[in-house]
């Protein structure tokens, strides 16, 4: 497979639900926002493009859509934080989209029983991502083999990602680190 020369092409990989999840800490710690379960709405693309000095960079979104384990019935309280969490969904989705941002699904966000407590004997629903490190890795190491001068920027927090990491850097990509 023959590379694609394209001129320092930067693309940026964003693990979705760990982005959102962080920025809503930081927005309901400073005060900005009262409930970080709660929609809110963002410049993702001015974030990502001030942060990195550069305007007009690609960016993938990736996010799991949810799904209950077949055989499962949620109780009533976690039916409601499905339904709550859908419904952010749909509308972050739609702010993305139209920022000009690649949304991608990538997973599944399953929701089902977890272990028995062993003091109340009850089990507690979990709600379990799969799927988004993985399909965000390949993509990253892809295009690194595809297109040469790209710049490969990854936005996650998550140690999942430290083999790709690895991968690329053998590759002798530029990686930008945090300091």
């Known amino acids: 497979m023959s590379k694609?020369?394209?001129?320092?092409r930067r693309m940026v990989f964003i693990d979705g639900e760990n982005f959102?999840?962080?920025?809503?800490?930081?927005?309901?710690?400073?005060?900005?926002i009262a409930?970080?379960?709660i929609y809110f709405s963002l410049d993702v693309r001015g974030?990502?493009?001030d942060t990195l000095?550069?305007?007009?960079?690609?960016?993938?979104?990736?996010a799991s859509e949810i799904k209950t384990s077949k055989g499962y019935t949620p109780s009533p309280k976690i039916r409601k934080r499905i339904d709550r969490?859908?419904?952010?969904?749909r509308r972050w989705v739609a702010m993305l989209k139209s920022q000009h941002i690649n949304y991608i699904?990538?997973?599944n966000l399953k929701v089902k029983e977890g272990k028995k407590c062993n003091h109340c004997h009850k089990a507690q629903d979990v709600l379990q991502e799969k799927g988004v490190?993985?399909?965000?890795?390949?993509?990253?190491?892809?295009l690194s083999y595809e297109v040469e001068n790209v710049n490969v920027i990854s936005v996650s927090s998550d140690t999942d990602l430290c083999p790709s990491y690895h991968s690329l850097s053998t590759l002798s990509l530029p990686l930008l680190r945090p300091d």
């Open 4 to 8: 694609n020369s394209v001129d320092n």
């Open 20 to 32: 959102r999840q962080r920025v809503a800490e930081l927005l309901h710690d400073q005060g900005v």
């Open 35 to 37: 409930d970080k379960n």
């Open 47 to 49: 974030l990502i493009e």
């Open 53 to 62: 000095g550069i305007n007009g960079v690609e960016i993938n979104y990736y």
């Open 85 to 89: 969490i859908k419904e952010n969904s």
């Open 105 to 107: 699904k990538a997973g």
């Open 133 to 142: 490190d993985v399909r965000m890795a390949l993509d990253m190491l892809e």
